[in-house]
């Protein structure tokens, strides 16, 4: 499938993806989602099996409510300095 991805930020709970997505740890390594193209991250920080959430928003009284805003450009970046040559 080629769905588009779409990332929801739920009222006072977690980010909803769904889509054609992958998630992957800090090592690169592919979540295995077992076909599911809904999946719902921790955006608390209590869930039990982060990143995904487990509902321990509503447990916690978790509060945030985010509107949808232009955001700025991005920095621009600085040119690289070249390495220093030896002078042995």
Do not use: W, Y
């Not at 499938?1 to 990332?7: A, D, G, T, Y």
């Not at 929801?8 to 980010?15: A, C, S």
């Not at 979540?31 to 959430?53: A, I, M, T, Y």
Request: glycine share 8%.
């Amino acid at each position: 499938m080629n769905n588009p991805v779409e990332i929801r930020v739920k009222k006072n709970g977690p980010l909803r993806i769904s889509g054609n997505f992958v998630i992957k740890d800090p090592d690169g390594n592919s979540f295995d989602l077992s076909g599911q193209e809904v999946v719902s991250l921790c955006r608390c920080g209590h869930s039990n099996n982060l990143p995904f959430c487990d509902g321990s928003h509503k447990r916690v009284g978790f509060q945030s409510v985010v509107q949808a805003r232009k955001l700025p450009p991005p920095a621009p970046k600085l040119p690289a300095i070249p390495a220093l040559a030896s002078t042995e």
